[in-house]
């Protein structure tokens, strides 16, 4: 339709002026307010098909994302700033909230045998069976810990903000 045609222009022509500033960011999002697609702007998973048409959105998430995982079985797993893991289904519709941790979730990585590592704030790493349900819980960093590496031999290593990368066979 003629409305929307022009709404996209007008956002496109934003994006073109600003893409890359704090301001044209925020210039962004006034516009797309304006236009009446608050549910976009404000959503934290917006589904688009191959053509850029708006399939879905939702809110889930109550922080900012820190972390993305695509699981081998077509999954998504994403984790915030608050702590929570959402496990979404392959197609994006439905999703199960796992509140594990206790700081911001910085880091996810799926290890050789599906088990999933989580790395968070909260000086914690946490390994997951492929239900979501807790394995083991690390607490050797002594300060949040920001990155997870999975192993070829199905181990992972984690590195923090203590200086320390430890190394789980």
Same mark, same amino acid.
């Given at each position: 339709?003629?409305?929307?045609?022009?709404?996209?222009?007008?956002?496109?022509?934003?994006?073109?002026?600003?893409?890359?500033?704090?301001?044209?960011?925020?210039?962004?999002?006034?516009?797309?307010?304006?236009?009446? @697609?608050?549910?976009?702007?404000?959503?934290?998973?917006?589904?688009?098909?191959?053509?850029?048409?708006?399939?879905?959105?939702?809110?889930?998430?109550?922080?900012?994302?820190?972390?993305?995982?695509?699981?081998?079985?077509?999954? *998504?797993?994403?984790?915030?700033?608050?702590?929570?893991?959402?496990?979404?289904?392959?197609?994006?519709?439905?999703?199960? @909230?796992?509140?594990?941790?206790?700081?911001?979730?910085?880091?996810?990585?799926?290890?050789?045998?599906?088990?999933?590592?989580?790395?968070?704030?909260?000086?914690?790493?946490?390994?997951?069976?492929?239900?979501?349900?807790?394995?083991?819980?690390?607490?050797?960093?002594?300060?949040?810990?920001?990155?997870?590496?999975?192993?070829?031999?199905?181990?992972?290593?984690?590195?923090?903000?203590?200086? *320390?990368?430890?190394?789980?066979?």
């Amino acid at each position: 339709n003629e409305s929307f045609s022009s709404n996209v222009s007008e956002i496109n022509t934003i994006l073109g002026e600003v893409r890359d500033t704090t301001q044209g960011q925020a210039e962004l999002l006034k516009t797309v307010r304006r236009l009446k @697609i608050n549910e976009i702007a404000e959503a934290n998973v917006v589904v688009y098909d191959k053509f850029c048409r708006l399939l879905s959105s939702y809110k889930v998430h109550s922080d900012i994302v820190l972390a993305l995982c695509r699981l081998r079985d077509g999954r *998504l797993v994403s984790g915030d700033k608050a702590g929570k893991i959402v496990v979404w289904d392959k197609d994006l519709k439905k999703y199960k @909230i796992v509140l594990q941790h206790y700081g911001g979730v910085l880091c996810i990585k799926q290890l050789k045998d599906g088990r999933v590592v989580t790395a968070s704030m909260d000086q914690t790493v946490k390994l997951w069976d492929l239900d979501f349900k807790v394995l083991n819980v690390y607490k050797e960093h002594q300060g949040s810990v920001n990155s997870v590496l999975a192993l070829k031999d199905g181990g992972f290593a984690s590195g923090g903000s203590d200086c *320390l990368i430890n190394v789980w066979k």
